[in-house]
């Protein structure tokens, strides 16, 4: 079972840049495929980005298209979040999700995700 840490959340301006990081252990992370949702108050989680385990392929919600991207580095077993240009609407919680995976498939459904950090902060004000 891996064990997922995220961290960089915190407050920030609206139009400024976070960098979330999701430290994986108890598992080689490039076995997994990996993925990040966000859950505001009184809201369902909401997916924003996936990555294929390799890294080879994303896909990201149209909400933050162009504004966030996902990435990974296997050797240092973590997952990263890059946010700019963000706006209020992107005040969550955000979370990381893992999924052991044989095939290099990325998922942006929550229930095909096992595995989960205990999210991190992100608030954005006008």
């Known amino acids: 079972q891996v064990q997922l840490v995220e961290s960089g959340g915190g407050l920030v301006q609206a139009g400024g840049s976070l960098r979330l990081s999701c430290a994986a252990s108890g598992r080689t992370l490039s076995t997994y495929a990996m993925g990040w949702f966000r859950q505001a108050p009184g809201k369902e989680r909401e997916f924003v980005a996936a990555?294929?385990?390799?890294?080879?392929?994303?896909y990201h919600a149209d909400s933050v298209r162009g504004r966030f991207t996902i990435s990974r580095d296997n050797v240092v077993n973590t997952v990263y979040l890059q946010m700019n240009s963000l706006k209020p609407e992107d005040t969550a919680v955000y979370y990381c999700a893992g999924r052991l995976e044989i095939f290099d498939k990325y998922y942006y459904g929550a229930r095909d995700y096992p595995n989960w950090g205990q999210g991190t902060q992100v608030t954005v004000s006008s």
């Open positions: 990555i294929t385990r390799s890294g080879s392929r994303t």
